[in-house]
Structure formats: structure tokens, C-alpha cells
């Protein structure tokens, strides 16, 4: 039977490098890895294979006629590392056993070196993967970001800027553990505007962090800024997002924004995703804006501009609100079945001719679990010694899913 060790190197200097990594190198028949990764230890002149593809190391180990190999994976073997798909792949072949050898991080060491624990950090990273920087930052007091390729120190900085989390406190680590390692620590602005090596590490603190069960409660109608711009009611919002069926990492659209209120609700639900409320009105956008900073959805992008123009370069979204279409609800759900053929959509309308409209829409593009909920809402006024019940205009929520079929 053949042996895979998948062995962390550690920080980067050999000397993190522990006792019983050393121990699985010398026990390896061949050495697997990345070029830099495997030079360190060409003194054993032992068999190596130069690669980080998972499919190719598993089809040489399968087909090698050595019988120890050791994988030599930079920080620790299960922190970002081509350990997890190495592991699941092998484990279902009964001929090759995995063990997996731990090692310091780049998270542990870099949080070490600024005395501050590390139990409680948010991680991700940003090297060849697809993450939400703003929703990563506005719910973590501490986020982790290991760097790479596109995304690199100063590009994340960028985007925290952007988002409007400048004014947070980064610190970026170069070089770790080597005698030119350089630690500097500064906003996120200030770091915007500086260069670093897109390998690095970097610890974003935000001591403003919501916490990541603000958005299970319903926020009231006067906890937002309003100004002339007319505003979803707090009971209509509930039902209207509830019928998004958003997850966590949803892409959200918030077509006719208005003051933002849906946009704002819905966006401190998404931990992991992004909102994009699309609005023409200048009034509309600056109370957008208000609210968002009032609020801290930082991971909420405001979009000026008339849809369906102003969609064509945003990404595909899972579910969308149209809560205002200036006429063009057909193009509109055109253009996001374009993007999601099986988006959820959740429309509301007052007038009669809207709601024709709607349910015509959802019957052209062939829509799914298509339903119309009325809601006529009323809530109590006091009146002297009495609550009188004042009612509210009756709308309509029409929801469905894309169908897959357009």
C-alpha cells in the first residue's frame, strides 16, 4: 500500500519547519509540490515531481513506483492548501493512505506577532478565489486575508475604500519569518496607496463589526432617514424579502431603490453576499447613501442609472426586488433571465395595471411557484384614550423563480 504524507513547511523559513515534517520528508521515496516549495530540499536528491495540479499528483502517485511520497504544502497542510481535494480524492482509493502533517500559518504567526489571539478571526482568501471583501469586513472585528494573484494588499485596500470601510485599521505582513520581513500596520486608505508583494498576509480590524445576527430582526419605518422619496413599509418589506428566499452569500438587485429601505434589510442578511440597489432618482440616491452609512451595509453598491441599461455589466444576480420598473418590467426580467435563468423575482405593485403587468410577465418568461399576495396592512394610532386602526395602501407582492426554460 503507498503512502501520502501532505506536509506543512511552515511560515517559511526552515526553521518553522518541525520535527515530524522533517521526519515525512526523509521518510518520502518522492518529493511533490511547487517549484519553490521542493528546491528548499534537492540536498536529499530524492525523486521529485513538480506540480499543484490535484488531478496530476493523484494520477502520479497512482502510477509511480515509489511507495512514500510526501506533498509539501506551504503554512499549514489544512489552511488553504490542496490538502482538501488531495484527501477527498484519495481516501475513496483503499491503496494509498493520507496523512496530514500540521504546520504554523501565515494567520497564526502574522496574529502572534501583533499579541492578539486569533480564535476569533474571520479567514478567507483571496488567492485564485472569488470572495466578498466588504461582507467579510462588516461583520468580523478581525478578517484574515491570505493574498494573491489579483488581489493583492493594495487591491483589497482599494476596495475597502470604495465600499467605504477606508477609515479601518489593516495590517499587512510581507516576508514572513525570512530576515526581510516587514510588518506595517495603517488604514486602509493610507495602505491604498502603497505597494506590497501580492503574496502576503493581512489583517483587517473593524472595530465597528455588526453583529452577524443583526439581520434577524425587522428594522421600524423610522429608524431611516426618508425625505420626499415614498418608502416600502416595514410589514411589506418582511413579506416582500422574505419571499426573495436570499441565502447569506446571495447576489441581490434592488430595482427602483427609492430610500433604500429593502436594500438596506436585505443587505444586513447577505454575511457573505452583495446587494445592488439600482436607482435614477438624485434624491433617492443620496438617502441611499445616508441610510447605507447609518446602517454600516457596506456591502451595498449603489448603481445610478435606469434598468435595464445600467444591469448589463453587474454580475448575475440569485434573486432580485423590482419595487419600481419606469415602464420596463418586460426588458427588465428579460434582461436578469439573461443573467440567472432561474433567479427568484419578487415585484411589488399598487396600481391594477402593474400587477396585470407583472402576472403577464411571470406567464411570458414561464415562471415557477408564481404567487400574488395582497397585503393590506393596518396598524394602531392612539387617539386620545383609544387605538384607532389606520389602514395603509393595499399592495401587491407577486413572486416567482425562473423556470430555467428562456
Known amino acids: ?12 523559513s526552515n526553521n518553522y519547519i518541525h520535527s515530524a515534517a522533517k ?5 518520502a521515496d518522492c518529493l511533490i509540490g511547487a517549484r519553490r516549495m521542493l528546491e528548499s530540499f534537492e540536498f536529499l536528491h530524492k525523486e521529485m515531481f513538480e506540480s499543484i495540479c490535484t488531478q496530476d499528483i493523484i494520477d502520479y502517485i497512482k502510477h509511480s513506483k515509489c511507495r512514500v511520497f510526501s506533498l509539501l504544502v506551504s503554512g499549514d497542510s489544512g489552511f488553504y492548501s490542496l490538502s482538501k481535494k488531495i484527501t477527498e480524492n484519495l481516501l ?6 493520507v496523512e496530514n502533517i500540521p504546520s504554523i500559518s501565515s494567520m497564526q504567526y502574522l496574529c502572534s506577532k501583533l499579541n492578539i489571539s486569533w480564535d476569533d478571526v474571520k479567514h ?14 462588516m461583520f468580523s472585528k478581525k478578517t484574515f486575508f491570505l493574498t494573491g494573484g489579483e488581489f493583492g494588499p493594495r487591491e483589497i485596500c482599494k476596495v475597502l475604500c470604495t465600499k467605504g470601510l477606508g477609515h479601518v485599521n489593516v495590517t499587512v505582513g510581507e516576508n514572513l519569518s525570512y ?30 463589526a455588526l453583529d452577524i445576527n443583526i439581520g434577524m430582526r425587522s428594522i421600524g419605518d423610522d429608524e431611516f432617514i426618508i425625505g420626499n422619496i415614498p418608502m416600502t413599509k416595514s410589514e411589506v418589506r418582511t413579506i416582500s424579502i422574505g419571499k426573495l428566499n436570499i441565502k447569506n452569500s446571495s447576489t441581490v438587485y434592488d430595482i427602483g431603490a427609492g430610500t433604500g429601505s429593502v436594500s438596506i434589510e436585505t443587505a444586513l442578511k447577505l454575511s457573505c453576499g452583495q446587494l445592488y440597489a439600482i436607482e435614477k432618482n438624485e434624491e433617492a440616491i443620496s438617502l441611499i447613501k445616508k441610510n447605507k452609512e447609518k446602517f454600516k451595509a457596506y456591502n451595498i453598491d449603489i448603481v445610478k442609472g435606469l434598468a435595464p441599461d445600467c444591469l448589463e455589466n453587474l454580475p448575475s444576480p440569485d434573486c432580485v426586488f423590482i419595487g419600481g420598473s419606469g415602464g420596463n418590467l418586460e426588458k427588465i426580467i428579460c434582461e436578469v433571465l439573461k443573467k440567472n435563468k432561474t433567479a427568484n423575482v419578487v415585484i411589488n405593485a399598487i396600481a391594477l395595471e402593474s400587477v396585470n403587468e407583472a402576472i403577464r410577465c411571470m406567464e411570458k418568461f414561464k415562471f415557477e411557484h408564481v404567487e400574488i399576495t395582497n397585503a393590506w396592512i393596518s396598524k394602531s394610532k392612539k387617539i386620545g384614550s383609544y387605538n384607532m386602526m389606520m389602514g395603509q395602501n393595499p399592495i401587491y407582492i407577486i413572486s416567482g423563480k425562473g423556470s430555467g426554460l428562456n
Open 179 to 208: 530576515p526581510n520581513e516587514k510588518i506595517i500596520t495603517d488604514t486602509a486608505f493610507n495602505l491604498s496607496l502603497m505597494n506590497f508583494d501580492s503574496l502576503s498576509a493581512m489583517l483587517v480590524e473593524n472595530r465597528e
Open 124 to 137: 478567507q482568501s483571496a488567492h485564485g478565489r472569488d470572495i466578498n471583501i466588504a461582507s467579510a469586513v
Open 92 to 97: 475513496k482509493d483503499h491503496e494509498v493512505t
Open 23 to 27: 521526519g515525512a520528508i526523509e521518510e
Open 1 to 12: 500500500m503507498k503512502k501520502l504524507n501532505i506536509v506543512g513547511l511552515g511560515i517559511g
